[in-house]
């Protein structure tokens, strides 16, 4: 195949690609208004368009109705959106929370939670992350810990969720896959997130009281979840 033709024929496989993920997000993961709110917040407030994707949110929502998820723990909240996801999947008595560094970032979050619906069940916890999560021990076990903040310290994030979770939760994190980076040897890489990522990804992947996949789903193809599932054979003192 002469080089233009090829460039021609990746570039249809892309177009193909992206019109598949058009597609099924439209059929699958629409936005209503509370979602496209929170976007707009987001925007008008100058935050960075860092967000899950909707084909993501809809995993999410999928993950928490699958482990009956009544409480949820998420580490970095932006402003709501994937919040937003969560706190709908569940149950009216069911509780959010996340955990948000910036303040300005939180009241936008807050602000998105209220238009959405879900300020009764969803909270914002302002504070640094790794501050805050020794606070949650008595709101404990969350039944699924979603992972989406700074990425250097995703090894700590991971020995907190395994310590407010039970068996049977579910763990997800964000930004896995970074392009192949997040997959790599950590002493290979010289980014600090990106080496908090693969050590995190090898952690999740050898620890025998996860059932771990990381998924491609974001950014065509290049990123998205890891997952992984507490064994139920397993229990926390482990
Ligand atoms: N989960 C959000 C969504 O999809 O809608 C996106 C979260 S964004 C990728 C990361 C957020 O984590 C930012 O709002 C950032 O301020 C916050 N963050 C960064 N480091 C943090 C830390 N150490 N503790 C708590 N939040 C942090």
């Not at 208004?33 to 929170?38: C, K, N, P, T, V």
């Not at 996801?85 to 939180?106: C, Q, Y």
């Not at 989406?148 to 994030?157: L, Q």
Request: aromatic share 6%.
């Amino acid at each position: 195949m002469a080089e233009n033709e090829q460039a021609t024929s990746a570039l249809t496989a892309l177009q193909r690609q992206r019109a598949i993920q058009e597609a099924i997000t439209h059929l699958f993961a629409p936005e209503d208004e509370g979602l496209r709110h929170a976007l707009s917040a987001a925007k008008t407030g100058g935050l960075p368009e860092i967000q899950i994707s909707p084909l993501e949110g809809k995993l999410l929502q999928f993950l928490a109705v699958t482990c009956n998820a009544r409480k949820i723990l998420e580490i970095g909240s932006l402003a709501g959106y994937s919040g937003i996801w969560l706190a709908r999947a569940l149950p009216p008595d069911g509780k959010l929370i996340t955990l948000e560094i910036n303040p300005h970032h939180a009241d936008i979050v807050r602000q998105s939670f209220a238009w959405a619906g879900v300020n009764e069940r969803a909270e914002v916890r302002v504070g640094n992350a790794l501050d805050l999560l020794p606070t949650l021990q008595d709101e404990a076990p969350f039944d699924l810990i979603f992972i989406d903040a700074d990425k250097a310290p995703y090894p700590s994030y991971l020995q907190w969720a395994l310590r407010l979770s039970r068996p049977g939760s579910i763990i997800v994190a964000d930004n896995c896959v970074r392009g192949g980076e997040g997959l790599r040897p950590p002493e290979q890489l010289q980014d600090e997130g990106n080496i908090g990522i693969a050590t995190f990804n090898q952690q999740v992947a050898s620890n025998p009281r996860l059932l771990s996949l990381a998924l491609v789903i974001d950014d065509g193809f290049m990123d998205g979840f890891t997952i992984a599932v507490v064994r139920p054979d397993t229990d926390d003192s482990k």
